[in-house]
């Protein structure tokens, strides 16, 4: 007991030592140790079996008596930055591990001016734990980007985190990707959304809706003033969930960034989504890619680009229009006037669909960037893009990679390569080129002024 309480006294003493030892004029708290401190914990952890890395967070066996004295310290250190070393990282961890103690932490305020990434992993901290922590962080008027990562916590610890958003008025982006939320800790989050008004970016990346979830939060959505970038990637939405979200882009204005690729979107969400783009005026990036939205979502979306005039960046690759989808977006380019980022790769858009858009690049002129790898497109469809390019006169970037062009491909685009003056990147990989199709281009670099990057 007495050989406890002295190894007690000891991580107590080191955790003094940890932030006394901050220099007081730094910025931000560090990732990594200066040698001298690491020396000590080497020697201190000598033989526990538990100190695994030269770094902070990989203490196994820390007590709470140890991470309390270090909460406790953060209030009189006025910028917490690297200890010794100014080169070292501007990230740090602070990793909860198994011992239940945590579950006693008290709030503290941390008094950092610009403390800007905290990642915390632990998968035993409760409710009350995490709460704490929350009001802890936040009591910190500087806080902007704070909590970046909790993969790691418990869904009692993420829903005392949640509901202390309701009260918090300085974080401003909060990261839970990949967390697998239960409905409680979703609807905690959802209730935030209504109380909350200083989130701006929220990632909710792999976390596994519930249908009862996703509407509740939805309907947070609809009241929400300031949130302005949402991820909801990989989530598995489904049909129900997509359409709920469409109805929620109908309402929302303040929504800027939405990705809401890999979700199993079908035709029907598509046709939800582009009836909401359609009223939607605050919408300028838009993910939809990995998600089946089908030649009749593709078309439904393409009536939408002649209406919406907010939209910038479109992902749709991986949407499986075919060809019919493709010649109906063509038709939509030719009358978009604020579309400047278009992925349309791997839609299966053949060559009809190339040559569609092809034609459509000779009349639009606001689209900078486009990415049609892997569509099929062929000899005729190339030679249909090579022809344009030569009409085109913002596009800057173009990828025709994958899209079996074959020689003929080669030394037309190497053709095109003598006269237009505003592309700066083209891939042109994987296309069978062969060596007279290279040779052509490497002598066509020779005269172009404008291409930084050909591969």
Not at 207 to 224: R, Y
Request: charged letters at 20%; a positive charge; hydrophobic letters at 35%.
């Amino acid at each position: 007991m007495q050989r406890a309480e002295k190894k007690r006294q000891k991580l107590h003493n080191t955790g003094k030592f940890i932030v006394n030892y901050m220099h007081p004029h730094s910025k931000t708290l560090s990732k990594l140790l200066n040698p001298i401190i690491d020396s000590m914990l080497l020697d201190l952890f000598q033989g526990s079996g538990s100190f695994t890395s030269r770094s902070i967070d990989s203490f196994q066996n820390i007590t709470s008596d140890s991470f309390n004295t270090i909460l406790e310290h953060f209030k009189n250190v006025n910028s917490l930055n690297s200890m010794i070393n100014p080169s070292i990282s501007k990230k740090y961890t602070i990793e909860f591990f198994n011992k239940n103690d945590y579950n006693e932490i008290k709030p503290r305020k941390l008094s950092d001016n610009v403390l800007s990434n905290l990642n915390l992993n632990h998968d035993k901290l409760c409710y009350e734990a995490g709460q704490s922590l929350a009001e802890a962080l936040f009591a910190n008027p500087n806080s902007k980007d704070l909590v970046s990562s909790l993969k790691g916590l418990c869904n009692g610890a993420l829903q005392g985190i949640a509901e202390a958003l309701n009260n918090d008025n300085t974080l401003t982006n909060l990261n839970l990707e990949n967390c697998h939320l239960s409905d409680k800790v979703v609807m905690a989050l959802a209730k935030a959304l209504y109380e909350n008004t200083t989130l701006v970016y929220l990632s909710l990346k792999s976390i596994q809706f519930g249908s009862k979830t996703v509407k509740t939060l939805v309907e947070a959505l609809c009241k929400n003033t300031t949130l302005t970038n949402l991820n909801l990637s990989s989530n598995n939405l489904g049909v129900s969930g997509g359409k709920a979200l469409a109805e929620a882009l109908c309402k929302n204005i303040t929504l800027t960034n939405l990705d809401l690729s890999g979700n199993n979107l079908d035709r029907f969400v598509g046709i939800a989504l582009a009836e909401a783009l359609c009223k939607n005026t605050s919408l300028a990036n838009l993910n939809l890619s990995s998600n089946n939205l089908g030649n009749s979502g593709g078309k439904a979306l393409a009536e939408a680009l002649c209406k919406n005039t907010t939209l910038t960046n479109l992902n749709l690759s991986s949407s499986n229009f075919g060809e019919s989808g493709g010649k109906a977006l063509a038709e939509a380019l030719c009358k978009n006037i604020t579309l400047t980022n278009l992925n349309l790769s791997s839609n299966n858009l053949g060559e009809s669909g190339g040559k569609a858009l092809a034609e459509a690049l000779c009349k639009n002129t606001t689209l900078t960037n486009l990415d049609l790898s892997s569509n099929k497109l062929g000899e005729s469809g190339g030679e249909a893009f090579a022809e344009a390019l030569c009409k085109n006169i913002t596009l800057n970037n173009l990828d025709l990679s994958s899209n079996k062009l074959g020689e003929s491909g080669g030394k037309t685009f190497a053709e095109v390569l003598c006269r237009n003056t505003t592309l700066t990147n083209l891939s042109l990989r994987f296309n069978n080129l062969g060596v007279s199709g290279e040779k052509a281009l490497v002598e066509a670099l020779c005269k172009n002024t404008t291409i930084t990057i050909l591969y």
